[in-house]
């Protein structure tokens, strides 16, 4: 499941024995979206405005998104030269957490993988040193569903199928308002 509680509250209301895995997308999805929020601080913080088209760090906004083992030379050459600053500290500290977490979701030894993101768990929880905000709070987060999240190394279950489906039938209903036949919209669904 994601993140929200009420499905977990739910679930475990409905099915007090059944265990509640939390999606590795979604923590992912997380991680980079506290990512995101502590580059547009230190971008405000630093340049008084919001990201514009020549700021490094709105340039870099999207190779810092990019999974670590994918970055290219040039994508590589450009985090180095934003990380170069001392006012982007907070962004590379926030940028370190969110690419071990990618790692211990991609290792392949299951024992591996869960010990790595416990202790990502683990350091976000203590001793963070302050400015850093959004690890904090992701810190918080992490730290309280820590059971559901690190459950997906035993169970390895997924939600991912589910969102694939429902992303392209949302997809069909946006794009189904101009059909005129009800037969062929739920056939459409069905395929």
Request: glycine content about 8%.
């Amino acid at each position: 499941m994601d993140g929200f509680g009420g499905y977990k509250n739910a679930a475990t209301d409905a099915l007090p024995d059944a265990v509640t895995v939390m999606d590795p997308f979604h923590v992912v999805a997380l991680a980079g979206h506290k990512l995101d929020l502590c580059r547009q601080r230190v971008q405000q913080d630093t340049l008084g405005h919001r990201g514009r088209t020549g700021d490094p760090l709105y340039r870099a906004r999207r190779t810092l998104r990019t999974r670590l083992g994918l970055l290219t030379d040039r994508q590589r050459t450009r985090l180095e030269a934003v990380f170069a600053a001392d006012e982007h500290v907070a962004v590379e500290v926030t940028w370190w957490a969110y690419q071990q977490i990618i790692a211990a979701y991609a290792d392949q030894d299951r024992r591996r993988g869960k010990a790595l993101l416990s202790g990502v768990i683990d350091r976000l929880r203590t001793g963070l040193p302050p400015g850093l905000d959004e690890l904090t709070t992701l810190g918080r987060t992490l730290h309280r569903r820590r059971v559901d999240i690190l459950a997906y190394f035993s169970h390895r279950a997924s939600n991912g199928p589910t969102e694939a489906i429902n992303g392209r039938l949302e997809a069909l209903r946006r794009n189904a308002m101009g059909f005129r036949n009800l037969i062929n919209y739920r056939i459409r669904s069905l395929l």
